[in-house]
């Protein structure tokens, strides 16, 4: 059994990663900014103000805890790259620091060519602040984490969704996983689970992995 706080426990993401810990067994903290617009989470689960850009949240919220998730959105593109930054400058100055699990976009991933799937000419104008923002994150944390242990989580770049949870998916590392019809396609109940399964038995620290059937 974990510790596990979930900065952005009310989001799509952050919402089915906190309920499948608590299914586990683990016990959860909330982290949300408004608990009091808070949706449905499952009973046990502990719901506190919580803020990944604060220095002070993250120390209070890190004392007791052997993992953060960072599952947050709806900000500017700073905000991704500031929460990184709170949550591996804080923790170096912790004893034993919990681990960080951060949530990030699919468009890091590469294409066939090697390329970010971010900078395709055909890339959403209105999902590239966010986008970049992720980037910016995954980079500081691939460049300036030292002392503290991490690891990136990117869904796939174009068919991730609300749908069934299976507890089954393929992991890789920066090219999306596809099937046989070259398709990468993913749940967000079944990034939960391995999300979870990371926790359980880390396979990825210090790096990013990706997830998808």
Request: overall charge negative.
């Amino acid at each position: 059994m974990s510790d596990i706080v979930v900065f952005g426990a009310g989001g799509t993401a952050g919402s089915r990663i906190a309920a499948e810990a608590a299914e586990r067994g683990h016990r959860v903290t909330a982290a949300v900014r408004r608990p009091e617009a808070v949706g449905y989470l499952p009973p046990g689960v502990r719901t506190v103000t919580g803020d990944a850009t604060s220095a002070r949240s993250v120390r209070e919220l890190a004392e007791d805890a052997d993992v953060l998730v960072v599952a947050i959105g709806g900000g500017e593109r700073g905000l991704w790259r500031d929460a990184a930054r709170t949550l591996v400058d804080t923790l170096r100055e912790l004893p034993d620091p919990p681990r960080v699990i951060h949530v990030g976009g699919g468009a890091t991933l590469l294409t066939a060519k090697g390329t970010r799937y971010l900078d395709e000419p055909d890339f959403p104008t209105n999902y590239r602040d966010s986008a970049e923002g992720q980037a910016d994150a995954l980079e500081f944390y691939r460049s300036s984490a030292g002392g503290v242990t991490w690891t990136y989580v990117s869904p796939p770049p174009l068919e991730f969704h609300p749908g069934e949870r299976t507890g089954h998916y393929r992991t890789g590392t920066d090219h999306p996983v596809t099937d046989a019809q070259g398709r990468s396609v993913l749940t967000y109940e079944d990034l939960a689970v391995a999300i979870v399964d990371e926790i359980e038995n880390p396979r990825f620290g210090n790096a990013r992995f990706t997830a998808a059937y």
